[in-house]
């Protein structure tokens, strides 16, 4: 994190802004506390049991948020360390809330931090979800424990694994930035959108984010890359091998496909026969928002919230959807509501012919008999986690759509909510007590809710 600061502080001395002090300040304090828990550390062989592995993990995109604060704080914003933090957490765990008006003359050292927060986000959520979540067995994650282990008998060390991704990630960021500046934005937006793009972050460098651009060819590079970013990046490497079948027979890649595909023929007939709004304009529309807001990258070309009840119902409902497990996109993700229709499938059967033996099956294999039970508690505890926020949120001052959306779009990483809080506003105008409630929101939902509703379990305290 201390490095990656760097970057940041290079662009506001080379631009003139004195914001390149704090950049430098931060990267000394982070650089401090980095080094000191590498040199404690040097040395020795570790064993981490799986309640240290628990711990080490929120603990690890806690700390992260803290330090990347910083800049925020001390910068020519002068934001609270309250919205700091906040920003923050939506910028490291690729969710894409706001608390800053005015980034159109925001300096650009502050808008590359926020991109390079989303980054890093992404790469680290990839990587998690293939080695962390399977090993914790977290809401059904241990279904690509086979994946995982598929690929690193390719790759002999898990290390190698992670690398690998890593070198792939930045390739497609390279591609979309490069895409981005042939549709005609200048390198700096190209580069900081490239970033949030395929992190599905949605951090932009203009307030009205890609109704700034108001051009069709950007945005459909937008679209190409945020669908990149919501696919299984193991497949990626597969594919990058010569072998391009797992990824197109993949059932969650298809499921994710038509999913989309559904919810934009839904939105387009919706906008252009109750709306009257010209074919290819409702197409594009539509199009843009709804892979937006499913991948919960969150970055809008018009105010969504002014389209009428029916789309601001069907986009609530997107939010919580998400990509596919081992992509950087949140949410329920899709291979969830596979394995619950395959039970469900097995239990109207039984009902049928009570005699009959059926077994589930996801991805042409049987589902191991364990990952029944942990997707069913993940959906419930998304369900009561979300309804927690909620009441909070509205404890605390918000109208029933902000609660409800704000809620939502926290636990899902999505970005913009509804109402005030929408794609055409910012969360600037919460209580600091609804912004704490939101980043909590945020944590959960990027660290798939076990891991840290499990260190609140007085179990997990117990030797």
């Not at 992190?199 to 669908?227: K, P, Q």
């Not at 998304?382 to 704000?406: K, R, T």
């Not at 999505?414 to 980043?439: M, N, Q, R």
């Amino acid at each position: 994190m201390s490095v990656s600061m760097v970057l940041p502080m290079l662009a506001d001395m080379y631009t003139g802004y004195s914001d390149w002090q704090v950049f430098f300040v931060c990267i000394i304090i982070t650089a401090f506390f980095g080094g000191s828990l590498v040199l404690s550390n040097a040395g020795k062989d570790f064993t981490i049991s799986v309640r240290q592995a628990f711990l080490l993990t929120v603990l690890s995109w806690l700390s992260l948020a803290i330090f990347a604060a910083f800049p925020f704080c001390f910068s020519e914003l002068e934001m609270s360390y309250t919205d700091a933090f906040f920003e923050a957490m939506s910028g490291i765990t690729t969710t894409g809330s706001t608390v800053i008006v005015g980034l159109d003359s925001a300096p650009p050292g502050i808008l590359l931090w926020r991109a390079i927060l989303q980054w890093l986000g992404g790469i680290g959520i990839i990587v998690m979800a293939l080695s962390v979540l399977p090993f914790l067995k977290v809401g059904g994650m241990q279904l690509f424990r086979t994946e995982s282990s598929e690929s690193e008998k390719a790759l002999p060390r898990a290390a190698q694994l992670a690398s690998s991704i890593g070198i792939l990630y930045l390739g497609l960021t390279v591609m979309c930035a490069a895409a981005y500046m042939f549709t005609g934005l200048g390198t700096f937006d190209a580069v900081a959108h490239a970033m949030t793009t395929i992190a599905t972050g949605g951090f932009s460098t203009f307030d009205s984010s890609f109704a700034n651009y108001d051009r069709a060819w950007t945005e459909l590079v937008a679209i190409v890359f945020m669908i990149l970013g919501s696919l299984p990046f193991v497949l990626y490497l597969k594919a990058v091998r010569g072998n391009l079948k797992p990824l197109l027979n993949d059932s969650q890649v298809r499921w994710f496909i038509s999913i989309v595909a559904l919810a934009i023929i839904i939105t387009v007939s919706y906008l252009v026969l109750q709306a009257d709004t010209p074919f290819l304009e409702a197409l594009r529309r539509a199009t843009f928002n709804v892979v937006s807001i499913i991948t919960g990258t969150g970055y809008s070309n018009g105010d969504y919230s002014l389209w009428g009840g029916f789309a601001v119902s069907l986009f609530f409902f997107l939010m919580v959807v998400g990509g596919c497990a081992g992509s950087t996109t949140c949410g329920i993700k899709i291979f969830r509501f596979q394995v619950l229709y395959a039970i469900s499938s097995v239990q109207v059967k039984k009902l049928l012919h009570p005699h009959g033996v059926f077994i589930p099956h996801y991805n042409g294999s049987p589902i191991p008999k364990d990952v029944p039970i942990s997707v069913m508690s993940f959906f419930f505890l998304y369900a009561l986690c979300f309804s927690v926020l909620a009441i909070a949120l509205s404890y605390v001052g918000l109208d029933f759509l902000e609660a409800m959306s704000g809620a939502v779009t926290s636990i899902s990483n999505v970005g913009p909510g509804l109402g005030e809080i929408g794609p055409g506003g910012t969360f600037k105008h919460l209580p600091d007590s609804a912004k704490w409630i939101l980043s909590a929101g945020m944590l959960l939902g990027r660290l798939e809710l076990f891991t840290v509703l499990v260190l609140l379990s007085p179990h997990f305290w117990k030797h």
